[in-house]
């Protein structure tokens, strides 16, 4: 047990180093950093190998409903989390190859989005179809796992929560409803991240991009329903 143990951290910090050196992994707009919290590939001790195991994957907003979602959910499954600054691209999709690795996963709750906005960023004419490669890559490694989309959230006016930033949020809108589509036609279900933020502005942090505690237990709530549906009352 202790070699198996020890096999799996050796495997475990090579896929954390190789993710490292990616070019794409740097997030040089600090309007999008992680809040101090740092990127991360974050992985449950495993004690009890009949317990399901879910992955969630997002940038910064992640950070903020994991620890709720790992809380509610302690005693009935594991849960890894992947917190990255990543955006649709054919380098991305190899990284996540290596991360699923990790598994085999019963759930796979994943968002990319915040940090495709920049104009280039994402090349024209790409999106969906790096996208769906996206949903290709976790059916191909983890082929027995539920998938669940969730889209990005609202981005604000600097220090005016009420308002929707006019240079940011229309990218994000029109990327979301471009990953709606895609989901759709592969038959993942979405979390709406999105209209529960949208309609709670109230709660966002004031730096355009970040939310607060209760926000962030909204959408940790959606998490944790969504897999008591997918993976906690199969039989």
């Known amino acids: 047990m202790k070699l198996f143990q020890s096999v799996c951290l ?3 910090v090579s896929i954390q180093a190789l993710i490292a050196e990616i070019p794409i992994a740097n ?3 600090q309007r999008v950093q992680i809040e101090g919290k740092g990127w991360r590939l974050e992985k449950a001790v495993i004690k009890d190998t ?3 195991r ?7 907003i992640l950070s903020g409903y994991a620890r709720h979602v790992i ?11 992947w917190v990255n600054p990543y955006h649709q691209s054919e380098g991305l999709n190899k990284i996540l190859a ?13 968002n990319v989005g915040l940090h495709g906005w920049q104009e280039g960023r994402i090349k024209e004419g790409t999106f969906v179809p790096l996208t769906k490669d996206y ?4 059916r191909s490694v983890a ?3 539920k998938l669940i989309w969730a889209n990005s959230t609202p981005v604000t006016v600097k220090n005016n929560v009420k308002e929707l930033d006019p240079e940011i949020n229309p990218t994000i809108i029109e990327h979301n409803r471009m990953a709606d589509s895609v989901m759709k036609e592969m038959g993942v279900p979405i979390n709406d991240f999105y209209s529960v933020l949208d309609k709670n502005r109230s709660l966002a942090k004031g730096d355009r991009f970040h939310w607060t505690g209760p926000a962030y237990s909204l959408l940790g709530e959606m998490v944790v329903n969504s897999a008591a549906r997918e993976i906690l009352s199969k039989p």
């Open 71 to 81: 809380k509610k959910l302690k005693g009935k499954a594991y849960v890894d989390i």
């Open 50 to 52: 009949d317990r399901p």
């Open 27 to 29: 997030e040089p707009d």
């Open 135 to 138: 949903v290709k890559v976790i």
């Open 98 to 110: 290596l991360v699923l690795s990790e598994g085999p996963y019963d759930l796979v709750h994943f």
């Open 10 to 12: 050796i495997l475990f």
């Open 54 to 60: 879910i992955l969630l994957i997002g940038d910064s």
């Open 143 to 145: 082929p027995k796992a």
